[in-house]
């Protein structure tokens, strides 16, 4: 199950995409009846496809690729500003790289932070953001 995680790291990168395919592949779950994956086709693209039927021969294997991708760490980033996709994708691409371990990113938005970023893994919170820099600095002078 390794190997095919690693191989659909190019499709999940963020929090939605991995939602959006968790989505289908309970869909495909619900549907399909728990003897039949020839049908995958009809829940995945073909880039999608290529991949699972590599490692997906059972219905216990399409469940077990649900519960390994309920586990996949998530790395949330909360910034003072909408991103741009471009900017998005350059971001979690950057994340992802110096993460060294398989994750997910998900970006928030959020107005209170007033520049830099909030970022939150694995339980670890770090305030980078100007607001929380006020914040520690008033904190300290009281």
Not at 28 to 34: F, K
Not at 60 to 65: A, F, I
Not at 83 to 98: C, G, H, K, N, V
């Amino acid at each position: 199950m390794k190997e095919l995680l690693q191989e659909l790291v190019p499709y999940l990168k963020t929090k939605d995409a991995m939602s959006y395919f968790v989505n289908r592949i309970d869909t495909a779950i619900l549907e399909l009846s728990s003897s039949d994956v020839t049908h995958l086709d009809n829940y995945f693209t073909l880039k999608e496809m290529g991949t699972l039927t590599k490692y997906i021969i059972s219905f216990d294997d399409l469940k077990k690729l649900r519960e390994e991708l309920m586990q996949i760490p998530v790395i949330t980033i909360k910034i003072a500003f909408r991103p741009s996709a471009y900017f998005e994708s350059m971001l979690t691409d950057s994340i992802l790289r110096a993460v060294k371990e398989f994750c997910v990113v998900q970006i928030v938005f959020d107005h209170h932070l007033l520049g830099g970023a909030v970022v939150d893994f694995k339980g670890r919170y770090r305030d980078y953001s100007v607001s929380g820099a006020i914040n520690e600095w008033r904190r300290r002078k009281i």
